[in-house]
């Protein structure tokens, strides 16, 4: 199964607490995805020296659901649906549902 959202893409918070917001995909995970420097929880962690980890407060993000993120498109300069198209190669790619045009290179 292929899905709409992949690590690297640029994408818009559209409800919660950082509606607005955007970043990229760090990790998706499940139905669940990182977005860097988008809902930042701070962690109380114990110092590990075998693998020389400092201990403290550690900010780092916290997963969001994969529907409260939007693909970002930047010839809109918004968040946009997508969709899916098979080419006449046989390439199955995903497209922006407004426009049609190919995410994907």
Avoid at 13 to 24: F, H
Avoid at 46 to 54: D, M
Avoid at 61 to 90: C, Q, Y
Wanted: hydrophobic content about 35%.
């Amino acid at each position: 199964m292929m899905n709409r959202i992949r690590k690297g893409d640029h994408v818009v918070v559209t409800t919660g607490k950082n509606k607005g917001q955007r970043g990229d995909v760090l990790r998706v995970d499940g139905e669940r995805v990182f977005v860097s420097n988008v809902n930042l929880i701070k962690r109380h962690t114990k110092p590990n020296p075998q693998a020389n980890q400092a201990g403290g407060i550690v900010e780092r993000e916290a997963s969001i659901h994969i529907s409260n993120v939007m693909l970002f498109n930047p010839a809109t300069n918004k968040g946009e649906r997508v969709g899916f198209k098979t080419l006449e190669d046989g390439r199955k790619v995903r497209v922006y549902a407004s426009s049609g045009e190919v995410v994907d290179a």
